[in-house]
């Protein structure tokens, strides 16, 4: 029996998976009421204050190692009937809180955090690919993922990146030795809308393993899992956490097989944990998401309404816009839209962008995302060497008033 809330232990060792990688036990929770919403999952699930001296806050396990009661208890320490956490490391109470609730809001069935979000995007790539495998990716995902894909070159992976973000243009690029397609809808310079159904159904017909980067989204507003991904990663440096104070990321799967094997494996071995102490301020984060993902959406569409009615504004790159080339799509695979996105000026030189860019005063220059303060860049955001280079100015909407944000950008964009 288990109290609504509290954990049971699953997952025996060597359930079901390939020889020499055992899936170590974690807890299973119930969902707080049946049928709860997201804002109540975010709220209780995984948590228990019994089990915490009543503490409805949960306490941060800031501890490297855990001690056993005897000699026997510390070698029976890996059989997943005695304490089952050893090294935080490998795992710790803080982290799997997190990691049950993130899993949980994905629709996933277990969730690994790391450092960072390139912490959790590498672990996810080195868990899918041996040398001899290709991958396909768009030209427009994230700048490191790309680099870090171009350096497994070394290991005898091979990459193809495509401008383009047309399912039927990825799965054309596919090749007998493809293993994996790695995509983002949207990708977060330009914005571009993936088709994510006939991505997955062209994969699964060839016996390619799909991952999937929904920083931008979240699992408020897409649930990649849902829609027949085999893996979310996520930056949760970005929304997630959502107050710019914490640097994590995970990844995210569905089936207990070979894959969340090796996922697990790269955290043990590649050692690129997440932190007790960032994983409980991304508990605290994480409780408003919600309310933070609708704000930051009603804003950033305000925003990006008066740039496009805007004499200088030449495009918007916001799916949420009906003239955005993937807004049906996005309307179709999505539950909402976040607050980061694009604009071209219809003077598309680096002097002009500039000249704006320096003049806002609310938004400010830096780079990352998902925060509470907004934040405006200029560049060309990944683009690929052969495409032509238009300058871009990328906002990220914070939690300001948006009438001040809209003023900010007014007296901008004043010639
Ligand atoms: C920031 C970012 C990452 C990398 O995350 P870090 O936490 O900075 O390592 C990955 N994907 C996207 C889309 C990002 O914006």
Redesign the pocket.
């Known amino acids: 029996m288990s109290a609504p809330g509290r954990g049971r232990l699953t997952g025996a060792p060597g359930r079901g998976h390939c020889a020499g990688m055992e899936l170590k036990p974690r807890r299973v929770y119930d969902d707080p009421l049946p049928n709860c919403g997201f804002e109540t999952l975010c709220t209780h699930y995984a948590e228990d204050p019994a089990e915490q001296q009543g503490a409805a806050a949960p306490p941060i396990y800031q501890t490297s190692t855990f001690i056993y009661p005897d000699a026997e208890a510390f070698w029976n320490r890996r059989r997943g009937d005695g304490p089952h956490y050893d090294y935080t490391r490998v795992g710790n109470p803080t982290t799997a809180m997190l990691e049950a609730k993130l899993a949980r809001l994905e629709g996933g069935t277990w969730a690994y955090g790391f450092g960072?979000?390139?912490?959790a995007?590498s672990a996810a790539l080195r868990a899918v690919l041996k040398a001899g495998d290709h991958v396909v990716a768009q030209a427009h995902v994230?700048g490191?993922?790309q680099t870090y894909l171009r350096q497994l070159a070394r290991f005898g992976i091979e990459a193809t990146f495509l401008t383009t973000s047309e399912a039927g243009a990825l799965l054309g690029a596919c090749r007998p030795q493809t293993r994996l397609i790695y995509f983002?809808s949207p990708t977060?310079g330009h914005f571009e809308i993936v088709d994510i159904r006939a991505v997955v159904a062209g994969a699964r017909g060839r016996g390619i393993v799909t991952a999937f980067?929904n920083?931008?989204a979240t699992p408020y507003f897409q649930r990649p899992l849902e829609l027949g991904v085999d893996l979310v990663t996520h930056?949760?440096?970005?929304y997630l956490n959502g107050h710019s104070d914490v640097?994590?990321?995970f990844v995210v799967g569905r089936d207990d097989g070979e894959l969340h094997a090796r996922v697990q494996e790269e955290v043990e071995y590649a050692g690129a944990t997440l932190d007790p102490f960032a994983a409980w301020l991304m508990l605290r984060g994480l409780r408003t998401l919600p309310m933070r993902m609708e704000y930051h959406q009603r804003s950033a569409l305000a925003v990006a309404r008066m740039l496009a009615a805007h004499g200088r504004v030449a495009v918007v790159n916001h799916p949420g816009l009906e003239r955005h080339p993937g807004h049906e799509l996005a309307r179709r695979q999505m539950r909402g839209c976040s607050s980061l996105f694009s604009f071209a000026l219809h003077d598309q030189s680096r002097e002009a962008t500039a000249r704006v860019l320096d003049r806002l005063r609310l938004f400010r220059a830096g780079v990352?995302?998902g925060g509470h303060e907004s934040l405006a860049i200029g560049g060309t955001f990944f683009s690929a060497p052969d495409e032509p280079k238009r300058w871009l100015i990328r906002l990220h909407v914070g939690l300001e008033s948006t009438e001040d944000l809209l003023a900010d950008l007014r007296q901008a964009l004043e010639d």
């Open positions: 960072s979000g390139m912490g995007i994230y490191p993922t983002e977060s980067d920083s931008w930056s949760a440096t970005k640097v994590a990321g990352s995302w």
